[in-house]
């Protein structure tokens, strides 16, 4: 379909995570608990994909998230 938005969640790692946890695991672990929490949401609500990201999102100055550019991110494959 042209022109529709898929909800999705980018999550970022801690540090300490990283180097504890196996990829795998981690992104186990991560999507069990992201479908934990949104449970309770509206099925067009909840995100169908989930990525993972590594270092920090790009923030405005006002330290809001650059959703366009994290957007173009996605779409160029820069997450996990």
Same mark, same amino acid.
């Given at each position: 379909?042209? #022109?529709? /938005?898929?909800?999705?969640?980018?999550?970022?790692?801690?540090? #300490?995570?990283?180097?504890?946890?196996?990829?795998? #695991?981690?992104?186990?672990?991560?999507?069990?608990?992201?479908?934990?929490?949104? /449970? =309770?949401?509206?099925?067009?609500? %909840?995100?169908? %994909?989930? @990525?993972?990201? @590594?270092?920090?999102?790009?923030?405005? =100055?006002?330290?809001? =998230?650059? %959703?366009?550019?994290?957007? %173009?991110?996605?779409?160029?494959?820069?997450?996990?």
């Amino acid at each position: 379909l042209k #022109d529709t /938005e898929t909800v999705c969640a980018v999550v970022v790692t801690a540090d #300490d995570i990283v180097k504890k946890v196996s990829e795998t #695991d981690l992104r186990d672990l991560l999507e069990r608990e992201v479908r934990k929490s949104v /449970e =309770n949401i509206a099925a067009y609500k %909840r995100p169908s %994909r989930i @990525y993972l990201s @590594y270092q920090e999102l790009p923030k405005t =100055n006002t330290r809001k =998230n650059k %959703r366009m550019l994290i957007k %173009r991110m996605i779409e160029e494959g820069a997450f996990a």
